[in-house]
């Protein structure tokens, strides 16, 4: 990974009373593919904007490959966008509007041509060349912006959540496919999106922000693990949280009295005894058994997800979470005892 | 289920029921309907129809019954000096009083549909002209002229024309550019194209039915303007001037008929263009872009 690539430096704008992007750093690497992940009115379609020209930034400076871009307009940057509502011109078909940012390159007509069928061959739409915008379904348009905006072979590719107005199965063939083009075109994609899996599933490395700020960035398996607040563990995946005090600390393990009775967490922290924690636990750390265990509730409601179960427990009058294997037949109203993977636990300052 | 016998009876009825009602109460509404669309367009129509029938009339005077055919008034028409001299003031105000108020339209709707503080209000302000009784303007007009000691000529009736033409194109060419996805021209930057090539490339093709249409409003706005054109015009008549002066001679009468009827067929034949370049365009718009922004 080339660390200068693109580099972000304490990037900031404001509208109006809103700190929209609040002192945003990041790296990003060639080749890699980036997703900026939060909430809507997180910021991170204006991050996205700022990096490909269409905002300008009140503070700090965007450098790609080397050169200080934070200034330059859209079409003098070597970064292309696929715009959220696609933004294919309606007026052509579908090769004039592939061929749209050739112009500018200044190519012979022969490799023009080559150029736009070796997108067309891309993005699997051969026959399509004379088809019209209104012709098309949302997931070819998708395709569309993709290799219109390939084919200008950018340095980086912005997709502005470019999958949310598609259905499910339809959005879950296009993240492989997306993934597959971004892996053999080689170039760097940045991809912002709201929806966690989304991210998990295509991401090399994920930024999360909330608020204008960037919470954490990491690989997904760090973020969904190892999320570096309660933030970031509320915002990638489910999660049950349960207040807690430290009680002892002693060298690598910590003991916590919560509503789940005691734990002791095999971890170094600088809080001290008495300090008030938040303990965090996936759904899928829980074990629900008939077998004796520190914790005892009910089973409140059972969902069937197909692939597993999920069930809510009441335990001294707080509902839990608990994702099982659809093996684990429990009723509702039936007495259950829980445990939890002890190196699955999270804990972080009240 | 599917042999529960209560369900295939109501079914069977329902429809049945309701198609006879429905279809009975369409042929009621439909023959009064039809009624009154064909006196609705005898309202709009016969009048105007006048003007061809008696233009071919082999009389002088306009009454019934009709005396014989003759295509004299025509060829009187075409050999009319003054008439021919009128029609072309005519067309050269007309065509530089639509292309400039289209012009000045096109940039005051661009500014206007991107959203800026006070655009609402300048938009309602741009549009009251539309609603000053055009005598008010054309003696106001008259005043400022005179007091600025502008000879009236053509060039004064164009400026005219333009005041009134430009709330029409103003109109037109904002309802075309709302609803353009601003992500369009967005994309036209961001593939490397200048802001004056993405206006070309992309703005222009999309508004195009907008300013073709602004320019056949504004020019027939201007080609039938008569108030204006008689305050302003001096002695370079346009049209409707000319004709005014020539209803003072009753044997000329049959020669207006005759232009009458021309400007009529020239006009339908502008508006079915217009409609068909409208219909070019809408093939080209945008129906459904997804997520609406």
Known sequence: ?????????NLSKRFGATLAVDGVTLDIGRGEFFSLLGPSGCGKTTLLRMIGGFTLPDTGTIA??????????????A??????????????????????GLRSERLSAA????????????????SYGERRAHQLS???RQRVALARALVKRPKVLLLDEPLGALDKRLREAMQIELRQIQREVGISFIFVTHDQEEALSMSDRIAVMENGRVLQVADPKTLYEQPNSRGVADFVGTVNFFPGKIIAVTGDSVAVETALGRMTLRRRTNLAAGARVTIVIRPENLILSHEAAAVSGRIAAVSYLGDRRQFQVSINGATVIVAAPNSAAFGIGEPVHLGWVPDAVMLFPE | MLRRPAASPSRRFAPQDEGGWASRSTRHGGRGLAIYAVLYLAFLYVPVLLLPLFSFN?????????????????????ADEDMRAALGNTLKVGAAASLISTILGLLTAKVLARGIPGGAFFAGFASLPLFIPDIVLGIALLMLVTSLDIPLSLQS????????????????LLSRFEGFDVALEEASRDLGETGWMTFWRVTF?????????????TFIVSFDDFLIAFFLCGTDTTLPVYIWGELRFPYKLPNVLALGSTILIASSALIALAEWVRRQGVSGQPRDPGIGI
Not at chain 1, 82 to 99: E, M
């Open chain 1, 1 to 9: 990974m080339n660390e200068d690539f693109l580099r972000i430096e």
């Open chain 1, 64 to 77: 790609l490959d080397g050169q200080d871009v934070t200034t330059l307009p859209p079409n003098k940057r």
């Open chain 1, 79 to 100: 970064t292309n966008m696929v715009f959220q509502s696609y933004a294919i011109f309606p007026h052509l078909n579908v090769r004039d509007n592939i061929a749209y």
């Open chain 1, 111 to 126: 490799e023009r041509e080559r150029r736009v069928a070796q997108a067309l061959a891309m993005i699997k739409l051969e």
């Open chain 1, 138 to 140: 949302g997931g070819e």
């Open chain 2, 58 to 78: 082999d009389s002088a005077f306009i009454a019934f019954p009709l005396s014989g055919f003759t295509t004299k008034w025509y060829a009187a028409m075409a």
């Open chain 2, 157 to 172: 009736v164009i400026v005219g024309h333009v005041a009134i033409c430009l709330p029409f194109a103003v109109a037109v």
């Open chain 2, 205 to 217: 093709p999309l508004v195009l039915p907008g300013i073709v249409a602004s320019l056949l409003l």
